[in-house]
Nanobody, 130 residues
Framework: QVQLVESGGGSVQAGGSLRLSCGAS????????MGWFRQAPGKEREGVAS???????TYYVDSVKGRFTISQDNANMMYLGMNTLKPDDTAMYYCAAAKYGGNCESFLSTFQTSRWVVYWGQGTQVSVSD
């Protein structure tokens, strides 16, 4: 099955940058959407950015538009570039691959529903300090 491994998290000062990477392996031909999600302590998991396989379509939660960039080299490698980081960006960030539930735009807000089959990475911590 699909396996996902994230890397690239760390601690930075406000205004700094990080780039997260996600490597996917296994049978992913039927997965049409990948994305990044985050969860801060005491908060619900939040969809951050999603991308269709092939990279033709990208979507972002409003709070990161203009600062974060999701991209992929191919279906097996995905990235999240994060610029002008804010303390509110502090969270555990998770890579995900998904299918069945709809398009990648809807993935950001409906990933919790049973319509989606989602595979998750283990998470990588991003900490932004003042």
């Amino acid at each position: 099955q699909v396996q996902l491994v994230e890397s690239g998290g760390g601690s930075v000062q406000a205004g700094g940058s990080l780039r997260l990477s996600c490597g996917a392996s296994g049978y992913i031909s039927s997965f049409h959407c990948m994305g990044w999600f985050r969860q801060a302590p005491g908060k619900e998991r939040e969809g951050v950015a999603s991308i269709s396989i092939g990279g033709r379509f990208t979507y972002y939660v409003d709070s990161v538009k203009g600062r974060f960039t999701i991209s992929q080299d191919n279906a097996n490698m995905m990235y999240l570039g994060m610029n002008t980081l804010k303390p509110d960006d502090t969270a555990m960030y998770y890579c995900a691959a998904a299918k069945y539930g709809g398009n990648c735009e809807s993935f950001l807000s409906t990933f919790q529903t049973s319509r989606w089959v989602v595979y998750w990475g283990q998470g990588t911590q991003v900490s932004v300090s003042d």
